[in-house]
C-alpha cells in the first residue's frame, strides 16, 4: 500500500458527461501528480501541483482540469467526455518535485 | 527536448535467467532525476530506484542492479536469476529541472519470466 487513496476506483459515464477523479496523498507529500494510462499512448503526465500551486503542465486536455486544495487532496475534473478518454488515471504524490512518485491504485474511467 | 525510450517492448526469459531492460534518455538540462517503477498485473505502480545526474554510481538491491552510464545517456536495469514474480511492466521515467519537473515515462518494457 503506497498511502495514496484514489476514488472512485470505477467509473462508467456517457459522452458528453462530467466527471471529477479524487486523490489523497500520502501523509506529508506536498506534491501531486495526474497521469493517464491507455493501451496506446503508454502512460502520459497529465499536471503536477506542489503545496496548492500548478507546478508542470503536461499534454492536458483543455476539457480536463485539476485543483489541489489547502488539505494538499486534489481533484482532476474531466468534461466534455469523449471514447478516446476511456483510461486508467493515475494519481502520484512525492515529498517534493525532485522527489520518488508513490502512486495510488489509479481510477478506471470507462466512457460509453 | 525530454525523451525516454524503451525499445524492447517485451521480454520473455525463464526463470534464474539474467535479464536486462534497456532505458535510454535525451535531456538539454544538466540536473535530472532517473526513476524505474514496476507495474505488475495488479496495476498498482511501484517505484524501484532514484538516481540524480551528479551520482553516476550503481546501484545493487538484492537481485536488482542499476547502471548509469551518462556518456550513453543510459540507464539499464537488470535483474538476477529472474523469478515469476518479476513478471510485470517495468517503466524508466525522466524528470528534469527545468520546466517544473515534468515527469516523462518510456513506454515500458513487458516482462515475461517462465517457471
Known amino acids: 500500500d503506497s498511502g495514496v487513496t484514489q476514488t472512485p476506483k470505477h467509473l462508467i459515464t456517457a459522452t458528453g458527461q462530467r466527471v471529477t477523479l479524487r486523490c489523497s496523498p500520502r501523509?506529508?507529500?506536498?506534491?501531486v501528480y495526474w497521469y493517464q494510462q491507455s493501451l496506446d499512448q503508454g502512460l502520459q503526465f497529465l499536471i503536477q501541483?506542489?503545496?496548492?500551486?500548478?507546478?508542470a503542465k503536461g499534454n492536458i486536455l483543455e476539457r480536463f482540469s485539476a485543483q489541489q486544495f489547502p488539505d494538499l487532496h486534489s481533484e482532476l475534473n474531466l468534461s466534455s467526455l469523449e471514447l478516446g478518454d476511456s483510461a486508467l488515471y493515475f494519481c502520484?504524490?512525492?515529498?517534493?518535485?525532485?522527489?520518488?512518485?508513490?502512486f495510488g491504485p489509479g481510477t478506471r474511467l470507462t466512457v460509453t | 527536448a525530454q525523451k525516454v525510450t524503451q525499445a524492447q517492448t517485451e521480454i520473455s526469459v525463464v526463470e534464474k535467467e539474467d535479464v536486462t531492460l534497456d532505458c535510454v534518455y535525451e535531456?538539454?538540462?544538466?540536473?535530472?532525476?532517473l526513476f524505474w517503477y514496476k507495474q505488475p498485473p495488479s496495476g498498482e505502480l511501484v517505484f524501484l530506484i532514484r538516481?540524480?545526474?551528479?551520482?553516476?554510481q550503481n546501484e545493487i538491491s538484492g537481485r536488482y542492479s542499476w547502471n548509469f552510464q551518462k556518456s550513453t545517456s543510459s540507464f539499464n536495469f537488470t535483474i538476477t536469476a529472474s523469478q515469476v514474480v518479476d513478471s510485470a511492466v517495468y517503466f524508466c521515467?525522466?524528470?528534469?529541472?527545468?520546466?517544473?519537473?515534468?515527469?516523462?515515462f518510456g513506454a515500458g518494457t513487458r516482462l515475461f519470466v517462465k517457471a
Open positions: 502520484a504524490s512525492s515529498a517534493s518535485g525532485v522527489s520518488e512518485q508513490y
Open positions: 501523509s506529508g507529500d506536498l506534491s
Open positions: 501541483y506542489y503545496n496548492g500551486e500548478e507546478r
Open positions: 535531456t538539454r538540462d544538466t540536473t535530472y532525476y
Open positions: 538516481r540524480n545526474s551528479f551520482d553516476e
Open positions: 521515467a525522466l524528470s528534469e529541472s527545468g520546466g517544473g519537473f515534468k515527469t516523462i
